[in-house]
């Protein structure tokens, strides 16, 4: 299955919404603050890149955007909705439109790749045998055809970080949010993998990428209309054209 775009069937009250949008959104945990005063909208089809040194709040401003973590303050709207409003059948339908590649691209090391790959359909009560062709089609459009039947200690950090992203696309999500997908493989892997986020992109989906490295987002910048936002002393910043 490669990526379907999206139907455009969607509701008035969609239309035109950003997909995720921070407004004075703070970060607290433990008694002191991780961010604070954040405010930025990702718009439906937009590419972003979230950069900053090490530790200062990346994957804790991702958690926020994707509902892994919940504002301490200020407001997270969802696809137009408050997230803190969301009852748990809601959220659930809400993660299911963000797909998520993490940065420890975690697999149960006893199921094959393709099955790893297919767990959110699993998860979600999906018909796997109805899902074959689509399955086949999207381990051939990140590579990874021949590798279907390996466990996951078999392949390599390109494999893997390709395979994360299969697993986060297979549900076909409006929202694709990546945390460092490039910080282990090698530069020529590194643009592979965001030749797949841009094309993601081009089919409509809006990307989040988290990364620190900023030759990627130099590369990508001459492809893809992006923004660049940057953690710095616990605020966000859009970053200048020095990158």
């Known amino acids: 299955m490669k990526p ?11 239309q035109g919404a950003d997909v995720i949008e921070l407004e004075n959104v703070g970060y607290s945990y433990g008694g002191g603050e991780l961010l604070g005063e954040i405010s930025v909208e990702l718009s439906p089809g937009s590419f972003h890149f979230l950069t900053g040194p090490s530790g200062s709040g990346k994957t804790t401003l991702l958690k926020l955007c994707y509902g892994a973590l919940l504002a301490t303050s200020g407001q997270v709207r969802a696809f137009g909705e408050d997230m803190r409003r969301l009852d748990r059948d809601q959220m659930a339908l809400f993660r299911r439109r963000i797909g998520v590649v993490h940065q420890d691209c975690r697999f149960l090391d006893h199921l094959p790749l393709t099955e790893n790959i297919a767990l959110p359909l699993t998860v979600s009560g999906h018909d796997l045998a109805g899902e074959h062709e689509n399955l086949r089609e999207l381990m051939a459009w990140v590579g990874l055809s021949k590798r279907a039947e390996a466990l996951p200690p078999e392949l390599s950090g390109g494999e893997r970080q390709r395979a994360a992203l299969a697993r ?4 076909s999500p409006d929202v694709v949010v990546a945390d460092e997908p490039t910080g282990n493989v090698d530069w020529e892997m590194s643009q592979r993998l965001l030749q797949l986020l841009v094309e993601l992109n081009r089919m409509g989906k809006t990307v989040l990428i988290a990364t620190h490295d900023l030759s990627l987002i130099r590369a990508a910048k001459s492809q893809v209309q992006a923004r660049v936002l940057r953690i710095s002393n616990k605020r966000l910043q859009l970053a200048g054209a020095d990158l």
């Open 168 to 171: 986060a696309v297979i549900m």
């Open 4 to 14: 379907r775009a999206p139907s455009g069937k969607k509701s008035r009250k969609r």
